[in-house]
C-alpha cells in the first residue's frame, strides 16, 4: 500500500509540472519540454490468454532536442504482480512532416521476479495529430536476466504522447526550436 501510494504522489506531483505552458508575448514564446508517454495497449507473444500477455505502461520525463530521457514505471500481465521501473531514452531517428521514427533503449528493474535485471530496444512509429498530442505503434523486445535464468519478451503496442512536437529537423517547436532556427539564420548570413 505504502508503494502506491508513492507512486500516487509522484504522478501527482509530476502532472503539476508537466503540462507544457506557453506564454505569447509580442517577441517570446516559453514552453516546457517536458513529455508523458502513455501504453495502454500492448501484447507479448507468449503462450496464454491475453490478460497474461498485456504489457501496460507509462512514461513521464524531458525532451533535449531529438531525445527523450525519462522514467518509465509499467507491467507485463493483469494477472500477476510483477512491475517494473526503467529509465528509458528514445532518439527521434526521422521526421517526415507529422510522421516521425524512434529508436528507444532502456535500463531498469523488475520487481517481485526472478529476472530483475531488464534491457529494452524498441522503436515506434509516431504521427503528431495536434499540437501537443502524438500517437503511435511501438515494436520491440525486453530481455530479462537473473541469476540462473535469461528469456526475451517480444512486443507490441499502441501509445499516446503529450508534449511538444518537433520540426522536420528533429528539434523541438518552442523556447528550443526557435533559438536553434535564429542560430542557423545567422550562420546563413
Known sequence: MKKYLILTFFILFLNS??????????????????YFRLSPIGTSI??????????????VGKTFGPMDIGLAYGRFSVSDTTTYAQLRTS??????????????????????????????ISTTLMAQVADNIAIGAIFG????????????????????RYGLQRNENGGLIGRFGKQTNRRRAKVRR
Open 46 to 59: 507468449d503462450i496464454g490468454k491475453y490478460k497474461e500477455k498485456l504489457v501496460q505502461n507509462f512514461e
Open 91 to 120: 532518439f527521434n531517428a526521422t521526421q517526415v512532416g507529422i510522421f516521425s521514427s524512434e529508436l528507444a533503449l532502456g535500463v531498469g528493474h523488475v520487481f517481485n521476479s526472478s529476472t530483475p535485471m531488464m534491457f529494452e
Open 17 to 34: 509540472n508537466l503540462i507544457s505552458q506557453t506564454v505569447n508575448n509580442d517577441t517570446s514564446k516559453t514552453s516546457k519540454p517536458y
Open 141 to 160: 523486445n525486453f530481455d530479462l536476466v537473473g541469476e540462473t535464468n535469461h528469456f526475451t519478451k517480444t512486443f507490441y503496442g499502441l501509445f499516446l
